[in-house]
DNA sequence: TTGTATGCGTTATCAT
DNA sequence: ATGATAACGCATACAA
């Protein structure tokens, strides 16, 4: 059969495009009987809309973007992006949108994006995620009027963001090494230039300040979010003998084990680890993972749905989505208990 | 300024809207005086044109798309697929190109991708990786006529292909092996429902027959690409007591060397351990892993160049594109140079 | 070398 | 409830 337009269609039906076009954008005032006439006819063709000519009469594109501002080493070596993109690629199926990713691991990358994807009406919306604190990037999209959602923390309330409850999430992990009478308790975090980094930061030194074991700022380390920076960030606090040490992703944490295992340190026995995120390496890791569990895929479905809902009404108030965070016990704190609470 | 268009361009420039739009699509045939004038209307204004109008005026999309047919699992935790995506990223920005992200774990997902994405014209043409040796999904995919490349092996010679020299990479893998005298040489593979996979067992074992040392069968263990089923599959070796294992991945080899460390043999004194790949994983590992390079983002940008040529050149036929392996050495097998011949 | 006119396939605004 | 018609913004064959 040749190519099938809305045109050929209608004709099949024996209605007009305006009426075709109505039962495909199931728009109602349509006869229930001409409606299935066409329902018909599209289901034995085979037709499916051209999508260019949809964006351009209809003004939407039903393309979102994901744009991951992070270095090349991040993306490889962190699974939480391949959940993110697993989670926004779901819900845009199930939403019929299209999925547009864009890596901006380089300058000329980020510079680019407004133009490419913005002013061409590429997409109608982005969801962007691994931004500085105060990024210009955010600054660009944002003046650039387009529906933004990011994922992660950001410091302007005018922007929705969505991201796991970080503060609850960092006092849990101090809760749980407390409550295993850990008291020389260190941190091995991200790049304070990371607002989840900072965010946990803090609100691990206040949880344990509040219980009145202060951390002491000799044990907090900054590193980055790979397995790397965290295996040598550990070695730098190993001199210390910190008995509890919390990594700001699983990632991390299994750097931090392997540093204390080949410095003759054994885990949870002289040091207990706790990670955050709850992804494959978590359960992969030697011992297994206590960690915080966020969950990343519905994080990426929920900054669709806000996305959705900015592209729609734009003038919305922002919104922020905190998902819960929870204690994942295993191997890493706890001698006795080997099999864990794991769900 | 108001929303620009071609129209708006030509008029300030004082042309035609042709003209202006042979300029922008760089064709010949204008004067380079005229050019310059069009050139500097569209930088003083900021003008890109619209994606949707140029995709259905000009029946080209300008997207393209990369299809990821593997397991959550395998996307989660293997940093192949985000590298591969930075590749075809990279490729798709430096040739004014869109990347458009499928991933199709679920059933459902592969059942609405040929009408989702050809029937409407979304993308140009489509990169597809993970595939099965017989996919239901590449022959949809090549009965549809899209402009298809593989990444990785295919059965059908009609499909353009790119993939790591896959055989030539398993010989390195035996012949350094056997060359650091192991002769109990054991080898977790991928799925043998991935042509990859398949393709390195037999070009792995054959290398070691044809060096007089053929593979004990019973040192062979299937398994997928992950790391937990590298783990179990090698507690399976383990009573064999094999001298040398070869994993499929650095991922694999990551669960590989845990699996042996924690049953008590020491790597490489007792086992001596080689990854494939050469992404993070194995610089991360302890110890540190040697293994079989491939260049993964330059087979993604392959990839994009390949599957550009498809698109301009729809009935040429079929090409495959291997690219070379190299062995690296590191700790995982050599103990004497534990500096290793890194690069 | 440049301009004119038509078509791309759909949505949306009107009538009817 | 349905149909005619005008956008949508650009590329391109053709004419000049």
């Known amino acids: 059969m040749g190519k099938m337009t809305l045109e050929r269609i209608a004709e099949l039906a024996g209605v007009s495009r305006s009426t075709a076009s109505r039962v495909i954008n199931d728009q109602d005032g349509v006869r229930p009987e001409i409606r299935r006439r066409v329902l018909d006819v599209i289901d034995v063709t085979g037709y499916v809309p051209h999508a260019a000519a949809r964006s351009l009469a209809g003004q939407r594109s039903r393309i979102l973007g994901l744009a991951i501002r992070a270095t090349t ?17 779901q819900a845009c199926n199930d939403d019929d949108q299209t999925l547009s990713l864009f890596l901006l691991q380089s300058a000329a990358g980020r510079e680019q994006l407004p133009a490419r994807v913005l002013r061409s009406k590429l997409v109608d919306g982005l969801i962007v995620t691994a931004t500085l604190m105060d990024d210009p990037l955010l600054w660009q999209l944002t003046e650039s009027g387009i529906p933004l959602v990011v994922v992660g923390e950001v410091s302007d309330p005018g922007i929705s963001s969505v991201d796991a409850d970080n503060r609850g999430g960092a006092r849990l992990a101090a809760e749980h090494l407390l409550a295993i009478g ?8 991200g790049p304070m230039r990371s607002g989840a980094a900072a965010t946990r930061r803090v ?16 044990l907090v380390v900054e590193s980055d979010f790979t397995e790397e920076g965290a295996y040598t960030a550990t070695q730098r606090l190993l001199p210390l003998e910190p008995d509890a040490i919390f990594a ?18 054994s885990v949870p026995g002289d040091v207990a680890v706790v990670g955050f995120d709850d992804l494959p390496p978590a359960r992969a890791s030697t011992p297994p993972l206590t960690t915080i569990r966020q969950e990343v895929e519905q994080t990426g479905a929920h900054a669709v749905r806000l996305l959705l809902e900015r592209i729609q009404a734009p003038d919305a108030p922002a919104r922020r989505i905190e998902l819960p ?3 994942v016990v295993r191997a890493s704190t706890s001698v006795s208990d080997l099999v864990g609470t794991d769900s």
Chains 1, 2 share one sequence.
């Open 248 to 265: 700001f992703s699983d990632r991390m944490a299994v750097g931090v084990v392997r540093a204390l295992q080949v410095a003759g340190r």
């Open 182 to 189: 850990r008291r020389r308790i260190a941190t091995v975090t």
């Open 203 to 218: 609100a691990f030194e206040r949880a344990l300040a509040a219980a009145g074991h202060p951390l002491d700022p000799q």
């Open 73 to 89: 080493e991040q993306v490889f070596s962190d699974p939480y992006f391949a959940g993110l993109a697993q989670g926004v690629s």
């Open 325 to 327: 965070t929870r204690l």
